[in-house]
């Protein structure tokens, strides 16, 4: 691939790579599942839209303390995350906190929330855990790239090198804080869709009354819901500010749900030793190196019958979700830049971003799962969708940066704005590319 690619300029490069994700993407097509096999897939896209359009709540205060318990488990889990994150980018460039954060941020939040369930019941505990956890080792990352990535460095100052405290709170911080803050922010709408989403597995957030919804085609309720939750995430940026942050915090506290479950060092310790070992009849009479050897020889079987063909499936399913990402990227991008003088065709590009978004891709696959029938394409196009929305959220401040809110035309787009903006594009596409593997293995929940 290096030298594929060598001599090239940096446009070349990008452009190239960009059309072999999008081959390789063609290519494995035709090895993966993506048959449509619904018969009448616009009976059903009408159904749904009739219900979506036409929302309906019979219990207005349920709606609202699903919304509250949403807001407080992300509020919560989001502001561990980033104290402890904090702490750990300090230490990142170590190997051993760069390989912990890496694994631990690759088991997706519904993955966490199904453990801790175990321990802790469907509980607060449970969803802010799941979220903090995760979320604290994606922060790690993040802000030690903004760290790397700051203009005045260490080595070109020598007369920081034996205060490097002095260092971090004087010159690295006042360079890194603006971005960090920016992240934080970003990272805490991110924090509000996982939250819904802890409610497939049944903890009590939006999620779970949605999902239900869908399940039980009352697209009424689910069409107020995913409003509700579409102006939950529209009105962020109007009230969430870091004075006000100490008060939303005891508020957070003080509505999260309370549960019967009591738990005790007995069941932590039934989980660790026993739950999660498999419970084979030969494992369990066998000690010592024997049980090491059955082990080892269970999860050989199990992984050539069934985790062998999940990895395939999964990889086809990111990459062909990757490029179907970088596709429909391309095609927003030009709307966002050449439509923002005209204001009500701004506002129309901004709510589809938004809802593209916010709406989490389960239930983007999940929709599409009843318009297309059971394949890997529902997954491609949901995770598609939900990406792109994103990354079109985030090109689309920088465009507006570039342009300074003035007229473009399609010519000044494609050989000003776009050349400026494209390696950016690139960076939010891999490191989207790392996600889109993660929620590729959680949607074979659905």
């Not at 990352?141 to 090198?161: E, G, H, M, S, T």
């Not at 009354?209 to 399940?215: G, I, N, P, V």
Request: hydrophobic residues 55%; charged residues 10%.
């Amino acid at each position: 691939m290096i030298k594929l690619y060598a001599g090239l300029s940096e446009g070349l490069k990008l452009r190239n790579f960009t059309l072999s994700l999008l081959a390789l993407a063609l290519l494995l097509s035709f090895f993966a599942n993506i048959e449509v096999f619904s018969s009448d897939p616009w009976a059903h896209f009408y159904q749904m839209l009739s219900g979506l359009l036409t929302p309906a709540v019979e219990s207005p205060d349920s709606l609202a303390f699903d919304l509250l318990y949403t807001l407080a488990f992300a509020l919560i889990g989001v502001s561990l995350s980033v104290v402890f994150g904090f702490f750990l980018s300090l230490l990142y460039q170590h190997w051993l906190i760069s390989s912990l954060c890496a694994f631990f941020r690759a088991i997706h939040e519904l993955f966490w929330a199904l453990i801790f369930i175990q321990l802790f019941g469907l509980s607060s505990t449970s969803a802010i855990l799941a979220i903090a956890i995760p979320y604290a080792c994606t922060f790690a990352r993040v802000f030690d790239d903004i760290y790397q990535q700051a203009p005045l460095k260490l080595n070109d100052n020598n007369q920081y090198a034996n205060t490097k405290i002095s260092y971090f709170c004087y010159v690295l911080m006042p360079q890194a804080w603006q971005q960090m803050a920016a992240y934080t922010r970003y990272r805490f709408e991110c924090g509000v869709r996982t939250s819904a989403v802890l409610g497939f597995v049944g903890l009590p957030t939006i999620g779970f009354h949605l999902e239900t919804a869908f399940k039980q085609a009352d697209y009424s309720y689910a069409g107020a819901l995913l409003l509700a939750f579409y102006l939950l995430i529209a009105s962020i940026k109007y009230w969430l500010k870091l004075s006000l942050l100490p008060l939303y915090l005891a508020l957070s506290f003080y509505f999260l749900p309370s549960n019967d479950f009591v738990n005790d060092n007995a069941n932590i310790w039934r989980f660790i030793s026993s739950d999660i070992w498999p419970q084979t009849s030969p494992l369990q009479n066998a000690d010592g190196v024997q049980w090491l050897l059955g082990y080892v020889q269970w999860f050989g079987q199990l992984f050539a019958s069934q985790g062998l063909q999940g990895v395939i499936n999964t990889l086809l399913l990111s990459i062909m979700a990757l490029a179907l990402t970088a596709l429909l990227c391309l095609l927003i991008a030009p709307s966002v830049a050449c439509l923002q003088r005209f204001w009500l065709a701004e506002k129309s590009t901004a709510t589809a971003l938004l809802v593209m978004r916010s709406t989490p891709e389960y239930i983007l696959a999940f929709i599409f799962l009843l318009l297309l029938g059971p394949s890997m394409l529902p997954a491609v196009i949901a995770l598609a969708i939900h990406n792109a929305g994103l990354i079109g959220f985030l090109l689309q401040r920088n465009v507006l940066v570039i342009s300074r809110k003035e007229a473009i035309s399609l010519s000044q787009y494609l050989y000003k704005i776009m050349p400026k903006t494209y390696p950016q594009f690139i960076s939010l596409l891999m490191y989207r590319a790392e996600i889109i593997l993660r929620e590729s293995a959680i949607l074979g929940v659905s």
